[in-house]
């Protein structure tokens, strides 16, 4: 069985600056992946970075990075440089070898003007 | 582009009632998953299918049935619909194949109300 944990469920940043959502993880499987995706109000789910349980180095797309500590569980999303259009919720997931998706309850981020 | 469609944006129905929700995927992947959406609990998976005609049980499979007689369609079943069942029902697929390219493919949501 897999399961994600989201301690946030709200978080707030100034425009501009960076912010990091939690995320960690419970597996038995030993390969998997760890996924971020953002929900904007409008409700479709856009896919934002993918780690997987075997790579060396942490994922990086752009402003998001993920920041993979695999001994602690955790899979944490930063945000860089935060803009208005990143509010939204993010839910964090992980697929192991069945390839079934769970998600965490997600983090409403809100960026401050 | 990877579409995904889900038959209905909106969706009211009375308690009682046999409820259908379609969802067709344009990119002939294997995988169709079928999630329902609540605040403050996340995703939570229903059903998912690997292949026509397969079907696995997600987290929460009691009061749902699933339907998959062609590889682009996948259909949750409400039996019989209660007000419990009243959420966001998402639909994703997903192809095989490893590393980025596991990623899953959402529709747009039918958000269920059931009076």
């Known amino acids: 069985a897999q399961k994600i944990t989201q301690t946030q469920p709200g978080m707030f940043v100034q425009e501009k600056e960076a912010v990091t959502l939690d995320c960690t993880y419970d597996t038995s499987d030993p390969s998997y992946g760890l996924f971020w995706y953002k929900q904007p109000s409008s409700g479709e789910m856009i896919f934002l970075i993918y780690q997987g349980s075997y790579d060396q180095q942490n994922a990086t797309e752009g402003r998001y990075s993920l920041n993979f500590q695999k001994a602690r569980k955790s899979a944490n999303l930063v945000i860089s440089a935060s803009q208005l259009g990143d509010s939204a919720m993010y839910f964090c997931a992980i697929q192991g070898n069945n390839n079934d998706m769970r998600f965490g309850a997600g983090t409403r981020l809100t960026v401050k003007p | 582009d990877v579409k995904v469609t889900q038959s209905s944006r909106y969706l009211v129905k009375r308690t009682g009632e046999k409820v259908f929700l379609e969802c067709v995927q344009d990119m002939d992947h294997e995988n169709m998953f079928w999630y329902r959406q609540d605040p403050g609990l996340g995703l939570r998976l229903i059903y998912f299918?690997?292949?026509?005609?397969?079907?696995e049980k997600g987290d929460i499979p009691e009061g749902y049935s699933v339907s998959r007689e062609k590889k682009e369609r996948f259909s949750l079943i409400l039996e019989s619909a209660s007000t419990n069942q009243t959420s966001m029902y998402l639909c994703a697929s997903k192809g095989e194949g490893g590393g980025s390219y596991n990623e899953q493919f959402f529709g747009p949501g039918t958000r269920l109300t059931v009076l």
């Open positions: 299918s690997y292949d026509v005609k397969m079907k």
